[in-house]
């Protein structure tokens, strides 16, 4: 029986068509009932033998299903023609483009980042749970599995050059029921396959490693325990901006507000971007372009997997809800287990409860197929579905903010990182869901790699930098300070001596040194991210109108053009002086 006949006796009431070219891919047309059925569909495809990977061109009936308009920006491109001559682009400012551009760095190259939104770190990588997962969760064998445990690993250097905060906490899963051992041996199993360091060990030394055992009774209790020191956790946006910072110190550029729209080609060769800041000409493109990955490949010619966005909805709470565990513990019960093995059948991968190296507790993310690549909505179900993987002491009152971020999920359900084998030069670096933060730096090798062998091939191989420099120091943090560091600080510089965010104690002497950065922010947000300005409990509300002045102050902009996070987003419409004084004239 063809994949076709499989999949229509599957699917009777489905209309389906499914072509496989020489390449393996799997392309499907026809039409379906819902978007989950689609999403669906595409991964029974996928599973069949032999399909590399699955491009899904079903519609669903009395669905519009939204997609990226590129003419504006084609159309301005083209009309400024070529401005720029570089070696390599890289699309994509999220952590995996800036991690390759900072391993790019250390090379002679001209290397250009091009972003369309107006910072880094404003795609999935602002919207995850800064887990640096060990890797015992990924299907051995994967791609995912192989770079999660690499990249986790690199993790310590990483923090270590760039100054970054890594907390190595570890994970812990425990049951304080017997019959539920036989899931920590399954869950360890895999662990000991994928190469994660990973011990199963008893009660007491359980409770030894973990004092929240003690604190919350149950270490008498604790009738085995899964311990896996690797697992770390950082601010995610906060490892984007380091990246970028050293990489441009090394050399390299940032274009923001850079939407690409096409891919230019000859002889079956990438010759350069098109985007509407004009071409680009260049020898390599790196597609890191997150959610829309697979557009940015079909541009090149290589339409060869779809991405469906699976939206995670995650709450952040108060700081003063403090978290019961130092490491991430999961209690493993019946109730747990049905819902992990749920969601494995659906596919999906919701998290439960962490925390931050800040101390903030997550809850969440949920994991719902969505089929708009711009839904950031944050629905009641999937509010209820993340504060439910929580205990009884979290309420709704103890959430500061609820956000969405999407993974861009092929059907095939691995990371994509190869040299196109149809567009010389085009470098794909799809389909990074999770754990593509815990894998990125092992990403950025890999395209290393795939790069200097290519150039070897052709006899230009890659010359390193000599003056290579992979040290960045983060700027000083007040809150973080003794008293008498404090002092010191205010001394030598007395804007830190002006708390502009009073609920996370952030100075304006922090923010001027996030404006006078190597990759400088021009939104309310771009601050937030750096510094932490508007992340406390009030959420901006006090202090946002003063990180705005002093944006407009030092860039020398207006008030007006000032956005909360770029292109459309702007705070304030006029001044309303001009009004005022003419009321007043009239009076
Ligand atoms: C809710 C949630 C929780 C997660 N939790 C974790 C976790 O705890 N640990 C973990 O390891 N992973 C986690 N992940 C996955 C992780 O966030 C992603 O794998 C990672 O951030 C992907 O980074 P990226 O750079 O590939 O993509 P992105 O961060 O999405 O960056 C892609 C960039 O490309 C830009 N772009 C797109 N199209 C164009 C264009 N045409 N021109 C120019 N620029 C373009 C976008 O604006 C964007 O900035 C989570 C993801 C989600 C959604």
Request: some cysteine.
């Amino acid at each position: 029986m063809s994949i076709e006949q499989e999949l229509r006796k599957h699917f009777p009431d489905v209309q389906i068509h499914a072509a496989m070219d020489e390449r393996k891919i799997l392309t499907l047309t026809g039409s379906c009932n819902s978007w989950g059925q689609l999403v669906q569909i595409g991964h029974k495809a996928a599973k069949y033998k032999g399909v590399r990977n699955v491009v899904n061109k079903m519609t669903v009936n009395g669905l519009t299903i939204p997609k990226k308009d590129y003419t504006p920006y084609r159309q301005a491109g083209e009309k400024l023609g070529v401005v720029e001559n570089v070696d390599v682009v890289i699309i994509g400012a999220g952590i995996s483009g800036c991690g390759i551009a900072r391993e790019l760095s250390k090379y002679d190259l001209n290397v250009l980042l091009v972003e369309m939104s107006g910072d880094v770190a404003t795609g999935a990588t602002k919207s995850n749970n800064g887990n640096i997962h060990p890797g015992y969760a990924a299907k051995p064998g994967t791609l995912k599995a192989k770079l999660n445990v690499e990249g986790n690993r690199m993790y310590t250097d990483w923090a270590e050059q760039l100054d970054f905060d890594l907390q190595r906490v570890g994970a812990m899963g425990f049951v304080t029921n017997p019959w539920l051992k036989p899931a920590l041996h399954a869950v360890y199993s895999v662990a000991k396959k994928n190469g994660v360091p990973a011990q199963l060990i008893g009660g007491k030394q359980a409770a030894e490693i973990e004092p929240g055992l003690v604190k919350n009774g149950l270490a008498d209790q604790v009738k085995l325990a899964l311990w896996m020191p690797t697992m770390g956790l950082v601010e995610p946006y906060q490892v984007a901006v380091a990246l970028a910072e050293n990489a441009a110190e090394n050399g390299v550029r940032f274009w923001f507000d850079c939407t690409v729209a096409d891919i230019l080609r000859e002889n079956g060769k990438v010759t350069g971007v098109l985007t509407n800041k004009g071409i680009i000409k260049t020898k390599y493109v790196i597609n890191c372009a997150g959610i829309y990955a697979d557009e940015i490949s079909a541009m090149a010619g290589d339409e060869s997997y779809t991405l469906h966005p699976r939206k995670g909805v995650i709450a952040i709470l108060d700081k003063a809800k403090k978290p019961e565990y130092e490491a991430l513990c999961n209690h493993v019960t019946w109730e747990g287990l049905k819902l992990t093995i749920k969601n494995m059948k659906a596919e999906t991968k919701g998290g439960g409860m962490c925390h931050t190296p800040e101390g903030n507790i997550l809850m969440g993310p949920s994991a719902v197929e969505v089929p708009d690549k711009e839904d950031k909505s944050t629905d009641p179900k999937s509010l209820g579905y993340a504060m439910g993987r929580g205990d009884s002491h979290i309420q709704y009152g103890d959430v500061i903010r609820f956000f969405a971020g999407s993974r861009p999920a092929d059907y095939k359900e691995d990371f994509i990182i190869e040299m196109s084998d149809v567009t010389d030069g085009f470098v794909n670096v799809g389909a990074i869901q999770s754990p593509g933060l815990a894998s990125a730096p092992a990403i950025a090798k890999m395209v290393e790699g795939i790069l200097t062998d290519h150039a070897k091939a052709k006899g230009e191989a890659l010359r390193k930098k000599p003056d290579w420099n992979p040290i960045r120091k983060r700027k000083p943090e007040f809150r973080k300070m003794s008293r008498e560091e404090q002092d010191e600080l205010i001394r030598k510089n007395p804007s830190y001596g002006k708390i502009v965010c009073r609920c996370e104690s952030i100075t304006e002497g922090e923010i001027l040194d996030a404006i006078h950065s190597p990759v400088p922010p021009t939104s309310v947000d771009g601050i937030k991210r750096r510094t932490r300005a508007g992340m406390g409990r009030c959420q901006g509300g006090f202090c946002q109108p003063r990180v705005l002045e002093i944006l407009a102050r030092e860039q020398n902009r207006s008030w007006t053009d000032i956005t909360l996070k770029g292109e459309g987003s702007n705070i304030l419409i006029s001044s309303n002086r001009p009004l005022a004084e003419e009321k007043e004239e009239q009076a």
